[in-house]
């Protein structure tokens, strides 16, 4: 059976994407799947694998609004911080919720921010289910290799078991 004819061009009013439409596409595809590798990364537990998705010296911001935040430097910190915080796991599920995207960010055609609302998805050893919701804000950079996190800020929204324990709102950056 033949395949029916591709009608995109019937539609005279529908401009062809320009250049710079395309570059943006593909330039969102690649920063969306930046956040999917992330999510892969944190639910396989393979922190020698953050390496790939940052840069070495990015700066990150773990706000669990609790205390004073944590910062610390690069993937390995980072990784070191994440293991330890989920190690009473048996069951941990990272879930990206809700990603926005605003490329060149700061003007930079080499930068974006990122704004990822995520939750946790986690059961202990002893079987009590918790969850945990929070904010991911980043700043990425084009480099040789693809988008990497160039900076990161976390802060938390709510975390509790069925009920939440909600917190006050986040701080939204302004990436411009």
């Given at each position: ?15 062809a ?11 969102e595809v690649?920063?969306r ?12 537990r ?11 010296d990015?700066?990150?911001t773990?706000?669990l609004?609790?205390g ?8 390995t910190?980072?990784g ?23 490329l060149r960010?700061?003007?930079?055609v ?6 990822t ?6 059961q202990?050893?002893?079987?009590a ?17 693809g ?6 800020s ?8 069925m ?12 990436p411009?």
């Amino acid at each position: 059976m033949a395949r029916p004819p591709i009608a995109a061009a019937a539609d005279a009013s529908v401009a062809a994407p320009t250049e710079a439409e395309l570059r943006d596409a593909v330039d969102e595809v690649a920063l969306r799947a930046l956040i999917a590798n992330y999510a892969d990364v944190v639910n396989r537990r393979e922190w020698s694998e953050l390496d790939s998705l940052f840069v070495a010296d990015a700066p990150i911001t773990i706000d669990l609004r609790g205390g004073a935040p944590l910062a610390v430097e690069g993937p390995t910190a980072l990784g070191e911080f994440i293991g330890g915080a989920i190690e009473r796991f048996a069951f941990f599920e990272f879930v990206a919720l809700n990603v926005r995207v605003q490329l060149r960010a700061r003007g930079a055609v080499d930068r974006a921010h990122l704004r990822t609302y995520m939750c946790e998805l986690r059961q202990d050893y002893d079987g009590a289910f918790s969850r945990a919701f929070g904010i991911y804000q980043d700043e990425v950079t084009r480099t040789s290799s693809g988008w990497r996190f160039a900076s990161r800020s976390y802060q938390s929204i709510a975390r509790g078991d069925m009920t939440l324990d909600i917190l006050p709102p986040p701080v939204i950056q302004d990436p411009a």
